[in-house]
């Protein structure tokens, strides 16, 4: 069973930075799949914000680039996720995630991850104040 257990969120002032960890456990590439981060604020939808393929190619919502770095270091079974210049706006709670590729470009609406596909943890809470 896949394990996913986020790490690293807290309240900053805004312009401050946060490093998310997801230390994974017992999940093996799936077709199709990827590993990322996606948020979810408040009555809100929940948003894909970065990914990661399996060969390692990374891509991020308009929002966040220049801003958020994601990356994986294979030896420690962990991904990172870098937030520099946080704004308010990227006020969440932020879930690691491995699922449909597609899924981190489009979203998954207004829904809970308990309804999403494939394997999340348990979010970790990200406050930025203005």
């Known amino acids: 069973q896949a394990q996913l257990v986020e790490s690293g969120g807290g309240s900053v002032q805004a312009g401050g930075s946060l490093r998310l960890s997801c230390v994974v456990s017992?999940?093996?590439?799936?077709?199709?799949?990827?590993m990322g981060w996606f948020r979810q604020a408040p009555g809100e939808a929940l948003d894909g914000v970065a990914s990661?393929?399996?060969?390692?190619?990374?891509s991020y919502i308009d929002s966040v680039k220049d801003r958020f770095t994601l990356s994986r270091d294979n030896a420690k079974a962990t991904l990172y996720l870098q937030m520099n210049n946080l704004r308010p706006e990227d006020t969440a709670i932020y879930y690691c995630?491995?699922?449909?590729?597609?899924?981190?470009?489009?979203?998954?609406?207004?829904?809970?991850?308990?309804?999403?596909?494939?394997?999340w943890g348990q979010g970790t809470q990200v406050t930025v104040r203005s």
């Open positions: 990661i393929t399996s060969s390692g190619a990374v």
């Open positions: 995630a491995a699922t449909l590729c597609w899924t981190f470009a489009h979203g998954y609406g207004p829904v809970s991850r308990e309804s999403a596909s494939g394997h």
């Open positions: 017992g999940y093996t590439d799936i077709d199709g799949y990827c």
